[in-house]
């Protein structure tokens, strides 16, 4: 049981982005389309769920002083893997997402998980913690960039939806403005619907 309110935490309760405002950085930047929205989700699910692993499997051998340095160079191992076999395969889709990649190792949302949670952990319960998280993190980018594309361009994972009827693009959408706009009425309308569950 302990196990799924674990994994369901991170998607609704706890999402890093819409109620820990983590991460925005890159969230802000790389959600001009749902398909960057799906890679920067699964590259920070990925890693996430590496860290965690390894985080908790050395728990009780790195020294408490060290602690940070170690889940750092844990958490950049994972990254540059990510990095190299993005650029290798998937490399038109490596260049849009650009330095966001490699920013992924100071990413605070997984810098947090490390420290928090899977530090104090065993590792089944830090593969949970990692999947909730990651899977939140995800659905929100895919969502945002879903949206501002969808206004942005008339498309949605670059299939033509609104263009075919003449649609003129809402340019705001794609562009940093658009982007808060986006995020603020996303955390806004999780807020409103939690008071009125709450409420019920």
């Not at 920067?40 to 340095?69: C, E, H, Q, W, Y």
């Not at 089944?124 to 895919?142: E, K, P, R, T, V």
């Not at 003129?168 to 959408?173: E, F, S, V, W, Y």
């Amino acid at each position: 049981m302990r196990l799924w309110k674990e994994f369901y935490k991170g998607i609704i309760n706890q999402n890093p982005i819409l109620r820990l405002v983590l991460g925005t950085c890159p969230t802000l930047a790389v959600t001009t389309s749902a398909i960057n929205g799906l890679a920067m989700g699964v590259a920070v699910t990925f890693v996430l769920l590496g860290s965690n692993i390894v985080v908790s499997l050395i728990r009780k051998a790195v020294p408490d002083k060290v602690r940070i340095p170690v889940f750092i160079v844990v958490i950049a191992s994972f990254v540059t893997a990510v990095d190299l076999f993005m650029a290798g395969f998937f490399y038109e889709l490596h260049k849009v997402l650009g330095i966001f990649i490699p920013l992924i190792v100071v990413n605070c949302i997984i810098l947090a998980r490390a420290e928090s949670f899977a530090s104090k952990n065993n590792v089944l319960y830090s593969i949970f913690d990692a999947l909730g998280m990651g899977i939140g993190y995800m659905c929100a980018l895919i969502v945002m960039g879903s949206i501002r594309e969808f206004f942005g361009n008339g498309t949605v994972f670059g299939i033509d939806v609104l263009q075919r009827f003449g649609y003129q693009n809402l340019l705001i959408m794609i562009l940093p403005p658009g982007a808060f706009i986006v995020l603020g009425l996303m955390i806004g309308l999780l807020n409103l619907v939690s008071l009125k569950m709450a409420h019920k």
